[in-house]
């Protein structure tokens, strides 16, 4: 079988799904810090919630997918611990936000947000970080977020840098 040189459509599409989520679920979590927990917030919550269970059940998806669909070979930056790290910060990044997701559906259930957010029954906790699974989340979103940086800056150092086309892996097309 011949190895190919992008990832199947299914992979392109997870991965920009993941992208836009991971993107939409940080900027609605940003927005609702510092807000009161009261029912203004609600709203939010509720799309924040709904987005984190969709990535979640998106990158489980995808890594089922990574393991099952042929893929291209591992690019080199030409160095062997770049290498590395490159494969690390791949399987990082489907941790960090699984991990993310997971912290928040704790989060989720400790504070009994469920009912609150979605039956309308019952009023938020005073304060969220009452709540390990709060302290892991927030502690988790800023290594996604340098997890992240560290992906695109490789993935701009490999198109513009070394002109090796790496970004088109990643896009639809032959």
């Known amino acids: 079988m011949n190895t190919p040189k992008r990832y199947h459509p299914i992979q392109v599409t997870l991965h920009w799904l993941v992208v836009l989520l ?32 969709i990535t979640l059940l998106v990158i489980v998806y995808r890594f089922v997918m990574r393991l099952r669909l042929p893929k291209p070979e591992h690019v080199t930056a030409g160095n062997p611990f770049f290498d590395w790290v490159g494969k690390a910060v791949h399987y990082a990044l489907y941790l960090l936000v699984f991990l993310m997701a997971v912290s928040g559906v704790s989060l989720s259930i400790q504070a009994g947000l469920a009912p609150i957010v979605f039956g309308g029954s019952g ?7 009452d709540f390990t699974a709060r302290m892991m989340h927030g502690f988790i979103a800023p290594a ?17 840098m070394l002109k090796d086309n790496l970004l088109s892996r990643m896009w639809y097309g032959k």
């Open 123 to 129: 009023i938020l906790p005073a304060d969220f970080f």
């Open 144 to 160: 996604l977020v340098l997890t992240v940086l560290l992906h695109v800056g490789a993935a701009f150092y490999h198109q513009f």
């Open 22 to 53: 991971v993107i939409a679920a940080f900027v609605i979590g940003k927005s609702m810090s510092g807000q009161p927990n009261d029912a203004a917030k609600l709203t939010p919550l509720a799309l924040h919630m709904a987005v984190g269970i």
